[in-house]
């Protein structure tokens, strides 16, 4: 028995990159597709990294969730020239970071080299530190956007990425923080306390996204760390009920561009 095709464009090609240190990648993968699979336009190719960087850029568009993976200058370079040809690229949280953690013995601190400039270019802003996970307040900043639209201000508990970022960026929510981030090298960025959680920047014909928050850790997600298993589960920034809403809107922007609100994709089972 067939079922009636739920989006009306033609097939749309997405490299999903998924990978890296400290976080529940399964996990992550798994909800993407989740939210993916409501667009019955999609075929949808899945990567640990930027290796296979000639596969990722015959994309429509690239959808990134990693910590420490850092794309080589080729790479980055060839990712920037898709998405400047009209390509978009929804960056997830850690995606922004190169992390390099304590040596074995040595002090707790965790030091954040300035190794990807060409994609820390593209992306629009590059991870310092961030402060312990808790509960944090969300701002709409832009609350005409359709990423957004409709939704408030809102509390959530995640991480909230210190970055040094671009002068470009058309921010559509943000946070206020102004404390120390123990454990980094750097703690902090001076003179700013508002720190951008979702925003936009052109990049040629196409456009990036970037949504910092969604942090998810697993029980054998730091066993790098000495530690084999934590003997918990941290999915609670998953939870939020506007995040997920705005993961939806995103991936959605992602597949259709900025017509994806034509789509009448239903987002059953990766909202709940």
């Known amino acids: 028995m067939t079922t009636p095709a739920r989006c009306d464009s033609a097939r749309v090609d997405i490299a999903l990159v998924c990978g890296g240190r400290w976080h529940d990648f ?20 899945i990567y640990p990294d930027f290796s296979q960087i000639e596969a990722i850029c015959a994309a429509d568009a690239v959808i990134a969730y990693t910590c420490d993976v850092r ?3 080729v790479q980055a370079a060839l990712l920037r020239d898709r998405i400047s040809a009209g390509g978009r690229l929804l960056a997830l949280h850690a995606t922004n970071s190169a992390i390099d953690a304590p040596e074995p013995g040595g002090e707790r601190i965790f030091r954040t ?5 060409t994609f820390t270019d593209l992306l629009g802003n590059r991870f310092l530190a961030h402060p312990k996970i808790s509960e944090y307040a969300i701002e ?44 980094f090298q750097t703690e902090s960025v001076n003179g700013r306390t508002r720190h951008p959680i979702l925003y936009t920047r052109p990049q040629g014909a196409g456009e990036v996204t ?16 000495g530690v084999d298993d934590l003997g918990v589960i941290d999915r609670i920034a998953w939870e939020a009920p506007e995040f997920l809403e705005i993961m939806r809107r995103s991936v959605a922007w992602a ?12 987002s059953e089972g990766a909202s709940a």
Do not use: K
């Open 26 to 45: 399964d996990y992550a993968r798994l909800r993407l597709l989740q939210w993916l699979e409501t667009h019955d336009s999609v075929r949808c190719a």
């Open 71 to 73: 794309p080589s200058q």
């Open 113 to 117: 080299p300035d190794v990807m400039p």
């Open 140 to 183: 709409v900043r832009d609350p005409s956007h359709a990423l957004v639209a409709g939704l408030s201000d809102f509390r959530t508990t995640d991480e909230i990425y210190v970055s040094e970022i671009a002068d470009d960026l058309h921010v559509i929510l943000d946070t206020e923080y102004h404390g120390p981030c123990p454990g």
């Open 210 to 225: 970037y949504f910092t928050l969604g942090h998810c850790r697993g029980r054998f997600d730091i066993s790098d760390m």
């Open 255 to 266: 597949v259709h561009g900025n017509q994806w609100s034509d789509c009448s994709a239903s």
